[in-house]
T-cell receptor, first 114, second 113 residues
Framework: GENVEQHPSTLSVQEGDSAVIKCTYS??????FPWYKQELGKRPQLIID?????GEKKDQRIAVTLNKTAKHFSLHITETQPEDSAVYFC?????????????FGKGTLLTVNP | KAGVTQTPRYLIKTRGQQVTLSCSPI?????VSWYQQTPGQGLQFLFE???????NKGNFPGRFSGRQFSNSRSEMNVSTLELGDSALYLC????????????FGQGTRLTVV
């Protein structure tokens, strides 16, 4: 089955700096890659997603890049703010009969220091 | 519109007991997925239901089961609880097509003592 590795597990940055979180996946047929943000005590919420026919997608300070050949995708947050502090999860959808199933990485705890 | 609702929010059970968790999806969503979240393990997929049928299943023992009703509400049951079952159980609903956003509920915090 699909396996998703996420790095780093913790990331601490100064306010205004950029943050990058990287994920690799194992199933070359996966075609949907969402990123979720989970604040302490709250539910995960989708912040951005990318499909396999696109190499990059941006939404204000957030961008995601996808390299299907290397089977990795990354989340980039620019001009970080304290409210960006949360746990971020990457995920990949399976292929074939598993394309309704999301496999998640283990998460990255991002801390933005004022 | 109302979001995904999970009940109860908190549960404390004794080892060996069984428990049932409930998930009401967003109106119009026909797919409900269940995940177990534990510190350091992220979100692990349990199963997914669409129109009352289980479409996908994760690698959990048979003590974990679920079902979905005709109104798309879903329940998850865990029998013969073990200490290691203590976790946050999250459900997520979606329209059920590939590559569509999954919306999560607040979760049920299960503690097994």
């Amino acid at each position: 089955g699909e396996n998703v590795e996420q790095h780093p597990s913790t990331l601490s940055v100064q306010e205004g700096d950029s943050a990058v979180i990287k994920c690799t996946y194992s199933d070359s047929a996966s075609n949907y890659f969402p990123w979720y943000k989970q604040e302490l005590g709250k539910r995960p919420q989708l912040i951005i997603d990318i499909r396999s026919n696109v190499g990059e997608k941006k939404d204000q300070r957030i961008a995601v890049t996808l390299n299907k050949t290397a089977k990795h995708f990354s989340l980039h947050i620019t001009e970080t703010q304290p409210e960006d502090s949360a746990v971020y999860f990457c995920a990949a959808s399976g292929s074939g009969g598993s394309n309704y199933k999301l496999t998640f990485g283990k998460g990255t705890l991002l801390t933005v220091n004022p | 519109k109302a979001g995904v609702t999970q009940t109860p929010r908190y549960l404390i059970k004794t080892r060996g007991q069984q428990v049932t968790l409930s998930c009401s999806p967003i109106s119009g969503h026909r797919s409900v997925s269940w995940y177990q979240q534990t510190p350091g393990q992220g979100l692990q997929f349990l199963f997914e239901y669409f129109s009352e049928t289980q479409r996908n299943k994760g690698n959990f023992p048979g003590r974990f089961s679920g079902r979905q009703f005709s109104n798309s509400r879903s329940e998850m049951n865990v029998s013969t609880l073990e200490l290691g079952d203590s976790a946050l159980y999250l459900c997520a609903s979606s329209l059920g097509q590939p590559e569509t956003e999954a919306f999560f509920g607040q979760g049920t915090r299960l503690t097994v003592v």
